[in-house]
T-cell receptor, first 115, second 112 residues
Framework: AQTVTQSQPEMSVQEAETVTLSCTYDTSENNYYLFWYKQPPSRQMILVIRQEAYKQQNATENRFSVNFQKAAKSFSLKISDSQLGDTAMYFC????????????FGTGTSLTVIP | NAGVTQTPKFRILKIGQSMTLQCTQDMNHNYMYWYRQDPGMGLKLIYYSVGAGITDKGEVPNGYNVSRSTTEDFPLRLELAAPSQTSVYFCASIRGMGTEAFFGQGTRLTVV
């Protein structure tokens, strides 16, 4: 099975500040996809950002951006201008091409934005 | 567009009882999944399906069964519920490789 590691179980950030969530993964594949999902207290899983491994350019979605280091197998999420609504659990996920195209999830980072 | 609809949202079972978690998607996705989420463990894959009539085991299939008679529906069956099956269960679907996963709202199951 693929391994996805999120080494920060909990983090906090002041409102309007920037925070970076770490994620590393282990694979021998060359073609794969990486995702960050947000899970607020409502429990709903929401896609934050997606990165294709063959693209060198880091993905960006408004205040959310990634630092994708393929050789280091690292995929960190940067949240700029943090807002109270960013308080949530964040999961890093890996998908490789196989029969099922299933996701492999990290254990999550609980982020709290402090007013 | 409803997306992925999962029922029930909450359920309490007694040890040894059985139940079915329902999952329906209206996006015509071929790929569907059942995950369980335990505190500090992330999401673990129970079963998945790549199309109607085709299912396969994930990482943690013991104690569960699935069926996929139509593209839309992917129910998860718990036989002889055990306390170890206390968890939050998510159904998800994707259109294809590398695409976004759409999740149901989850089912919080407690086995007592």
């Amino acid at each position: 099975a693929q391994t996805v590691t999120q080494s920060q179980p909990e983090m906090s950030v002041q409102e309007a500040e920037t925070v970076t969530l770490s994620c590393t993964y282990d694979t021998s594949e060359n073609n794969y996809y990486l995702f960050w999902y947000k899970q607020p207290p409502s429990r709903q899983m929401i896609l934050v950002i997606r990165q294709e491994a063959y693209k060198q350019q880091n993905a960006t979605e408004n205040r959310f951006s990634v630092n994708f280091q393929k050789a280091a197998k690292s995929f960190s999420l940067k949240i700029s201008d943090s807002q109270l609504g960013d308080t949530a659990m964040y999961f890093c996920a890996f998908m490789k091409q196989n029969t099922g195209n299933q996701f492999y999830f990290g254990t999550g980072t609980s982020l709290t934005v402090i007013p | 567009n409803a997306g992925v609809t999962q029922t029930p949202k909450f359920r309490i079972l007694k040890i040894g009882q059985s139940m079915t978690l329902q999952c329906t998607q209206d996006m015509n996705h071929n790929y569907m999944y059942w995950y369980r989420q335990d505190p500090g463990m992330g999401l673990k894959l129970i079963y998945y399906s790549v199309g109607a009539g085709i299912t396969d085991k994930g990482e943690v299939p013991n104690g569960y069964n699935v069926s996929r008679s139509t593209t839309e529906d992917f129910p998860l069956r718990l036989e002889l519920a055990a306390p170890s099956q206390t968890s939050v269960y998510f159904c998800a679907s994707i259109r294809g490789m590398g695409t976004e996963a759409f999740f149901g709202q989850g089912t919080r199951l407690t086995v007592v």
